[in-house]
């Protein structure tokens, strides 16, 4: 007999601390979601990759770990000086940096979370989110790596007393980024300089095979890059960022998206079909295709194969944003941040739009394991002001929203996708709706086959409508594109064009009055 899918929860952290609720679905009218676990006092908290621990941290002060399951105290380390705090993907390591006075005081550990006991320790000097948790893991925590300068350095996480096991060389690498499912290749970025381009070069993470290159990558115009590596570990995604665009088209900087393989089958630039910048890319929970967003705005969206060939356009729109939903069924894009919040919900399954909504002021957002809810949060100190979090169905329909005075974060607790079964009910609700359509679609053409038998009036008569020159019918649809489909239409005039319509109006009135030779009627 099949194990039933787990409960779906949600971290979520305010100033006087965080508490975890139970998930949805909730039932109508619902406010605050049960509580799992009452509001604990922290300034920082995480789950480990496979979400069977949290982490909690006090700054300058403590780190918490806690089993998922129960949520109780695993264990609790007194850190003074903590400046940050990481899990590995299983939660059995936990890295800690402090505050050093000195090099020779030791100030990053890899702990062992059950025992409590140091396994390794190093001093560094600073961090950065660039070069943060030190160590990498792979998904099962059977490779562990760290960047340190001018090489790669690879650890037995089950045997941290052994030290550096291999070196990759690597001079000037600036990034990293280790594959994670499974962990067998590394990919490390190296910045252009004195006239030599940037690159970035993929290895082998088997220790007989780390000496020769698996791919290559070099370009100019690049000063910081995105590593982003697919399920399976065959398809590294490399988006370059150069402060200043030499093309003066953008303030931001330039954008190029390149692509890897670690067969060798695709080393080069995805194509884009639109000029501008990438705003997102994400691979599939397959790994078999990635999406994009692209181009100024308004922004264009893609969906690729492995192969870098185009599958799927889905159109344009005030976005930013793009979240593959863990069963790699539907696709939300969003535009947040600066831009409106406008989502539009997509069936990649049926290749089609399903919904189009908004959720205005958005920082953060994710699909919940299941692929059954979306999740939406503004949070501080993004924005300090309506504060709040929403939750979507797969169709786009808003279920739940709760304001804050102040939210700092919101996370879904995570799940192996597969614990879940597949959305077949989806797929029926789906169907019933098409067929609620079509029935009001033939419905409809039945009542315009009746009105057109009835004999055409002199009211019945459709008016002739005002010209409206081509400039203007193209600057109308770039604005409807911009706006997501909600900027004002042809039939609606606004407060000052009805004002001045009236004028008019009255004004004609005044001459017909005055050319008849009987007063106007003052009103």
Not at 42 to 68: M, P
Not at 237 to 266: C, I, P
Not at 408 to 435: C, H, M, N, V
Request: proline share 7%; with cysteine; aromatic share 10%.
């Amino acid at each position: 007999m099949a194990s039933p899918p787990p409960a779906l929860e949600i971290l979520v952290r305010e100033p006087d601390g965080f508490s975890v609720w139970s998930g949805p679905p909730y039932p109508p009218g619902t406010t605050s979601p049960p509580q799992r676990l009452p509001k604990t006092a922290c300034s920082a908290t995480s789950f480990s990759a496979d979400g069977a621990r949290l982490l909690a941290t006090v700054a300058s002060a403590s780190a918490t770990v806690y089993d998922c399951r129960t949520l109780a105290v695993v264990k609790c380390f007194e850190l003074p000086g903590l400046l940050a705090a990481a899990l590995s993907p299983t939660g059995a390591y936990l890295q800690t940096f402090q505050k050093s006075s000195s090099p020779q005081e030791k100030n990053v550990t890899v702990w062992q979370v059950d025992t409590a006991v140091a396994l390794y320790q190093h001093y560094q000097k600073s961090m950065s989110k660039a070069t943060w948790p030190m160590i990498q893991f792979s998904a099962d925590e059977s490779v562990g790596c760290r960047m340190m300068p001018n090489e790669i350095q690879f650890f037995d996480p089950k045997d941290f007393i052994k030290g550096v096991l291999s070196r990759i060389r690597m001079p000037g690498i600036a990034a990293m980024q280790l594959a994670t499912a499974p962990g067998s290749h590394v990919a490390g970025f190296v910045p252009e300089a004195k006239g030599i381009p940037a690159s970035v070069q993929i290895f082998s993470c088997n220790k007989d095979a780390q000496n020769q290159v698996v791919a290559r990558r070099s370009f100019f115009r690049c000063s910081t890059v995105q590593l982003h590596w697919n399920k399976g570990s065959t398809g590294l995604l490399v988006l370059a960022q150069a402060d200043v665009d030499k093309t003066n088209q953008s303030y931001y900087g330039e954008t190029k998206l390149n692509y890897l393989t670690t067969d060798r089958a695709f080393e080069g630039i995805v194509p884009l079909k639109k000029d501008g910048p990438v705003h997102d890319v994400q691979w599939s929970s397959l790994g078999s295709e990635f999406a994009v967003v692209y181009g100024f705005m308004p922004a264009k969206a893609t969906i690729f194969n492995k192969k870098c060939n185009p599958l799927l356009e889905l159109g344009e729109g005030p976005y930013n944003t793009i979240r593959w939903n863990p069963k790699g069924r539907f696709v939300v894009l969003a535009g947040f941040g600066n831009l409106p919040g406008d989502m539009a919900f997509w069936d990649y399954s049926e290749k089609k739009l399903v919904a189009k909504t908004k959720a205005e002021w958005s920082v953060t957002s994710e699909w919940s394991p299941d692929g059954r809810h979306f999740m939406t949060a503004t949070t501080a100190p993004r924005l300090q002001i309506d504060n709040c979090i929403k939750i979507f169905d797969h169709n786009g329909s808003l279920q739940f929203k709760k304001m804050f005075e102040k939210l700092y974060q919101a996370d879904w607790k995570p799940e192996t996708p597969e614990r879940f079964g597949d959305i077949t009910d989806l797929a029926t609700s789906l169907s019933s709706l098409k067929i609620e359509e079509t029935k009001k679609q033939a419905q409809g053409s039945k009542s315009a086959q009746t009105s057109s038998k009835a004999p055409l009036t002199a009211s019945t008569a459709s008016k002739p409508t005002a010209y409206r020159p081509p400039h203007a019918k193209g600057s109308a649809e770039v604005q409807d594109k911009l706006f997501g489909g909600l900027a004002p239409t042809g039939g609606e005039m606004s407060k000052n064009a009805l004002r001045n319509k009236k004028r008019r109006e009255k004004q004609k009135e005044k001459k017909a009055a005055e050319a008849s030779g009987s007063p106007a009627d003052e009103s």
